[in-house]
């Protein structure tokens, strides 16, 4: 029930119990008073006709039937019953009934007083009557007739007080009958006022409560409801501020975890996953977005979240383990246990590093050292072994020393191509290398002509066509030497592992691909072919399909590589098919710069 009825409601009740002990107390004490003015009445009435009996004649006041008569008058004209008792109890008269008819009235209680020389006072039930009835009974003096030292009584019906009675219970409620509809209406009002403004601040608060914390209470009053009303504007602002302030820096703390390349977890004390940025999903190949506030493993189900909490919480302090993940993915984790605020229970921060690159990286280097080292041990072993049988040679068969000088010769050169192969390669890896700023409008076709010396020479030697399919012009913005190395080494090899007599192609052409403009240069020959297995595997360093054909034709191993590498630094690719014993292309794509060169 609201308070606006409630109040009103209370209030009516209260007047009504009011009223009502008000009409009690008043009843009781008017009965008091009215019994007692009654009682008196009938005594004074009893003594006045007690008085008109003493003033009787003597003679007169003996006959029974004038006794009578004069009693039924007297009772009737003062509307009592007065009942005449000789001392011994006999009735003498009766006002309202036949003396005859009734018994001896000695042991009624009013008049055994009265016989004692007292007032005698009673309310009971009349055996005469059969009603309740008030009695004064007076005792009379001593005369010379038959009611001497006897007893006059009189008797009025009890309900002429209770009449009087239960017309006074009335008034009071009367009154607040009267008085209940405006005391209703005042408490109505008076009440209003305050559930008016209560009401208002009652939406206030469920507004602040559902995070509407601009939402202020118009409540201006002067009293307590006022005070209330401003204090909780107030409350309202700083909770605003401070929600502005909360909003700032968690947005602020969100950004700085976005832009770290690290990725890092807040996990509770259950393991279930309360913060994260995107570089942990992305760093363990995972979903998080969804993830936060359930278990982390649900979600990362390979990352140990439980058993490296647990490593942390018990050193106490960071700690920092190396995992690796299935996949072939290697991450460095700092693990720090974070000190239980409040009623948070511990809760842990990972801080994850992707480290499977600079594996990679790592793993590369050492190969690749182990590569040149052995790539240099096998000429190097020639060239001393020659240079001994050389030595020895000289002095005795100076034309086997020419053939040695020959091989020597030969291995020498393979040592150059390899260190100049190897210097291309970490020119190219160098991070400066081939930046875009330095590159210029190279025109593909001029290149590849100029490119074409050297195996052309080497096509004539073993009786190869070498054939050419250009266009008048193909722009590239790129490195000049990095470009002719790409196109010498695809020539070349084309060469060396297609047989006496083969042909081979080069052929560049103008691509669009998804709107762009592409330079496309492709080898063909029809040599030895690439088995389908090895045909990705052919770009790694130092990975040769036929070793022996390689070192015999003067490879290095690390040619393919260097193309890859080119094509890729101009922002192009390179493709191989191939199929063994029908040949090879190899085909290249780099960026046209030909609308460069028409907005020149
Ligand atoms: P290499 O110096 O050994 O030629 P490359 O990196 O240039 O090294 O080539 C890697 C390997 O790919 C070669 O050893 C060879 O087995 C194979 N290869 C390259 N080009 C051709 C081709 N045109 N035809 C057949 N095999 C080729």
Known sequence: MKIRWKLPLALALTTLIFAGIVT???????????????????????????????????????????????????????????????????????????????????????????????????????????????????????GNSGWSKGVLRAAVPASRIDAMLSASWRIPLIVWAILLLPTLAAAFLLTRSITRDLERLRRMTSKVASNELGYRNSVRRSDELGDLGTSLNTMATRLESRDYELTAEMERSDQVLAAMGDGVLLVDGDGRLLRHNPAAGRILGVNLDQAEGNPLVFAAR???????????????????????????????????????????????????????????????????????????????????????????????????????????????????????????????????????????????????????????????????????????????????????????????????????????????????????????????????????????????RFYRVDKARSRETGGTGLGLSIVRHVAERHGGNVRVTSTVGVGSTFTVRIPSASHEATCL
């Open 24 to 142: 009690m107390a008043s009843a009781l004490l008017l009965q008091g008073v009215f019994f007692g003015r009654l009682q008196d009445d009938m005594s004074h009435q009893a003594h006045e006709y007690a008085t008109v009996l003493e003033s009787l004649p003597a003679g007169s006041a003996t006959s029974s039937a004038e006794l009578e008569k004069l009693t039924q008058q007297v009772g009737r004209a003062g509307e009592v019953r007065f009942t005449l008792i000789a001392h011994d109890g006999k009735v003498l008269a009766d006002s309202d009934v036949n003396p005859a008819t009734l018994e001896n009235h000695a042991s009624r209680p009013e008049v055994k007083q009265a016989l004692l020389g007292r007032e005698g006072r009673a309310r009971r039930t009349s055996a005469t009557e059969k009603r309740e009835e008030v009695y004064v009974a007076i005792p009379l003096p001593e």
């Open 302 to 540: 390979a990352f140990p979240v439980q058993a490296l909490a647990e490593k942390a919480a018990e050193a106490g302090h960071p700690v920092t383990e190396a995992v690796e993940l299935p996949g072939g993915r290697f991450l460095n984790i700092e693990v720090a246990p974070l000190s239980t605020t409040g009623t948070t229970p511990g809760q842990t921060l990972f801080v994850i590093r992707d480290e499977t690159t600079r594996k990679a990286v790592e793993r590369m280097r050492r190969d690749f050292v182990t590569n040149v080292s052995h790539e240099l041990k096998t000429p190097l072993a020639g060239l001393s072994l020659l240079s001994e049988t050389l030595a020895h040679a000289v002095r005795e068969d100076p034309q086997q020393a020419e053939v040695f000088v020959h091989q020597l010769d030969h291995e020498v050169k393979r040592l150059i191509e390899l260190t100049r192969d190897l210097l291309t390669l970490s020119r190219l890896e160098e991070p400066e290398a081939g930046q875009q700023s330095d590159f210029e409008v190279i025109d593909m076709v001029d290149l590849s002509l100029n490119a074409a010396t050297e195996a052309e020479a080497m096509a004539e030697a073993k009786s190869q066509e070498l054939t050419f399919d250009l266009p008048s012009e193909a722009l590239v913005r790129g490195d000049a030497v990095a470009l002719r190395t790409l196109i010498r080494n695809l020539l070349n090899n084309a060469v060396r592992y297609t047989d006496a007599q083969g042909h081979i192609r080069l052929a560049i052409a103008l691509e669009q691909i998804d709107d762009e403009d592409w330079v496309m240069l492709r080898v063909t020959d029809d040599g030895a072919g690439i088995p389908l297995a090895e045909q990705e595997r052919i770009f790694e």
